[in-house]
C-alpha cells in the first residue's frame, strides 16, 4: 500500500520559473520528511527534510512546506535553473531512534525538467 | 558517494544463472540496506542489514539472499535471476540517525 502519494508525475518548467512538487501521507506516526534528488545514472541524495514542527524549512533555493493538518508536504525550487533537472522523491520516515525499527517510504517520483 | 562502491556498474546475465552484487563502504556504518528502483514503481527496500550477520528482509525480498560477513560489505545474491529482476538496484548506508546515502548503482538486465 503506497502510503506516501507524490505528484505530479513529470513536471516541464521553464527557467527562472517556481517548480513545485506535491506529497501527501496518510500514517501520522511520520516523523520525518525527506526529499532526495536524483540525476541520471547516479543513486539518489539528499536534498532538504523537515521534521512536523516546523511548517517551513528554506535552504537556498529550495523550501520545504508542510501541512501537519492536511497531511501534506510539498517542496518549491525557486528560480529554477536548467541544472536541476532530475528526478525528486518525497519520503517519509517513522519508528524508533533509528535502524532497523525506523522505516522510510518512499513516493514515486516526480520527474523536473527546467527548460533553457 | 560518502565511500559507497557498487559493483559491478553494469551487468548482463541469463535467466536462470547466479548473480551476486557486491556493496563496499569504507566508513564503518552500521545500517546498510538494498533497494531496487524501476519506472513507475519507485524505491522498494529488497534487505537491509542492521549489523555483521544481522539481516532483515524488506518489502520486495522473494528471490533475493542477502549476506553481510563484514562490515563493509554487503553483497545482494539473485539465486536464479529471472526477467523481472531487470532493474537498477542501489545501496544504501545510513549515515547518521536519519540521512540515507546511496551508492551510483548497478544496472542488471536479465535476457
Known sequence: ?116 | DAGITQSPRHKVTETGTPVTLRCHQTENHRYMYWYRQDPGHGLRLIHYSYGVKDTDKGEVSDGYSVSRSKTEDFLLTLESATSSQTSVYFCAILDGIYGYTFGSGTRLTVV
Open chain 1, 1 to 116: 500500500q503506497q502510503q506516501v502519494k507524490q505528484s505530479p508525475q513529470s513536471l516541464i518548467v521553464q527557467k527562472g520559473g517556481i517548480s513545485i512538487i506535491n506529497c501527501a501521507y496518510e500514517n501520522t506516526a511520520f516523523d520525518y520528511f525527506p526529499w532526495y534528488q536524483q540525476f541520471p545514472g547516479k543513486g539518489p541524495a539528499l536534498l532538504i527534510a523537515i521534521r512536523p514542527d516546523v511548517s517551513e524549512k528554506k535552504e537556498g533555493r529550495f523550501t520545504i512546506s508542510f501541512n501537519k493538518s492536511a497531511k501534506q508536504f510539498s517542496l518549491h525550487i525557486m528560480d529554477s535553473q536548467p541544472g536541476d533537472s532530475a528526478t525528486y522523491f518525497c519520503a517519509a520516515s517513522f519508528g524508533r531512534h533509528a535502524g532497523n525499527n525506523r522505516k522510510l517510504i518512499w513516493g514515486l517520483g516526480t520527474s523536473l525538467a527546467v527548460n533553457p
